[in-house]
């Protein structure tokens, strides 16, 4: 398996050119454009699906603890949201009224604080086992933003078990142009595997140092390569759950616009998204071949997957493979 993905990151590094598909070079076709759909992407029903529905928006999360499979043999024994790693995405426009929902269905107290809302941090929590909370606010600005537990001095452990997600506050009144378009949430583990794979828990020591024993992307040590054309436009709602700054380049272009709160930059060729924030990537696909989506500081995790793969290589139909 490692062999498989350490091929993989090479041949995202180096390239594979054949012919091209039809799609024009510097254009999405808007009949293809929207959400890419992978068994490990965080699901996304994307813009127009939710600025054009109900002003009123209201989630349900529910904090569970689960063993889940992170690929390549591992499983971790994770705090959760709705026994997600990341938690579901919370997909909002701006000024909409937000209701979000928290049960607490673990063995100890958990909480919930989302970056994307301007309110009394007593309205976090936490709660306690089979407790629930309720906050609800107006979204007002627009952006990637994360979610996480809040439960006090503990905070930082519980984030770090697993508690935390993206919440997307999409912007009113400017339609984002036609791109493909999928979330992804970087963060760690804090425990060693067993004979058997099994991470059985978060070690307290390895977050107080900020010792991750791996990294990720949305949860999984292996990915779908996704399948795109060339000159299609990508768009990465990106969080960093940390620890350390996240770099984030993709491997065979530049990153056409970055959005980072009111900033906007163009023709970045690596941007810094550091832990407990988010910014929206977006890059163009130049030409038949194969990229990838690191976090160039954490290359030494490629052979652990940690590489979203694009394949421009004409072999497949739109979407996922």
């Keep these: 398996m490692l062999i498989r993905i ?28 929207g959400p890419f759909t992978a068994p490990d992407l965080p699901v996304l029903a994307g813009q127009a699906a939710t600025c054009n529905g109900p002003k009123e928006k209201s ?18 024994n994770a705090w959760t949201y709705n026994g997600k790693l990341p938690g579901p995405v919370l997909e909002a426009c701006e000024g909409d009224r937000v209701k979000i929902t928290l049960t607490n269905h673990a063995g100890t107290s958990h909480g919930l604080d989302s970056h994307a809302l301007r309110t009394d941090t007593m309205h976090f929590g936490p709660v306690g086992p089979n407790g629930s909370m309720t906050i609800e606010k107006t979204v007002d600005t627009p952006g990637a933003f994360m979610y996480h537990c809040a439960s006090g001095p503990v905070t930082d ?23 493909r378009e999928l979330v992804i949430v970087e ?41 795109v054309h060339p000159g299609d436009l990508v768009r990465t709602y990106f969080v960093n759950v940390g620890p350390g700054l996240s770099a984030v380049h993709v491997m065979g272009t530049i990153l056409d616009t970055v959005y980072d709160g009111a900033s906007e930059l163009k023709n970045v060729q690596t941007y810094g998204i550091p832990p407990g924030s988010g910014a929206i990537v977006e890059f163009r696909i130049p ?14 995790y490629l052979p652990y997957g940690m590489v979203i793969s694009f394949d421009a290589t004409g072999g497949h139909p739109h979407g996922t493979m």
Excluded at 59 to 76: V, W
Excluded at 201 to 226: C, S, W, Y
Excluded at 287 to 300: F, K, Q, T
């Design 6 to 33: 350490a091929r993989l990151a090479a041949v995202v590094a180096l390239g594979t050119f054949i012919s091209a598909c039809a799609t024009p070079q510097g254009a999405t076709d808007p009949t293809v454009a």
């Design 59 to 76: 989630f349900a999360l529910e904090a569970r603890e689960a063993t889940l499979d992170l690929g390549m043999g591992i499983r971790f």
């Design 157 to 179: 452990l519980h984030i770090k078990s697993g508690l935390s997600g993206a919440m997307i506050v999409y912007p009113r009144a400017r339609p984002l142009r036609p791109a």
């Design 187 to 227: 963060s760690g583990v804090y425990g060693d595997r067993d004979a058997t794979g099994l991470i059985p828990g978060t070690d307290p020591v390895r977050v107080q140092k900020n010792d991750p024993a791996i990294m990720m992307f949305n949860g999984k040590l292996e990915h779908t390569a996704l399948a």
């Design 287 to 300: 030409e038949a071949g194969m990229y990838g989506l690191v976090d160039h500081d954490r290359l030494s």
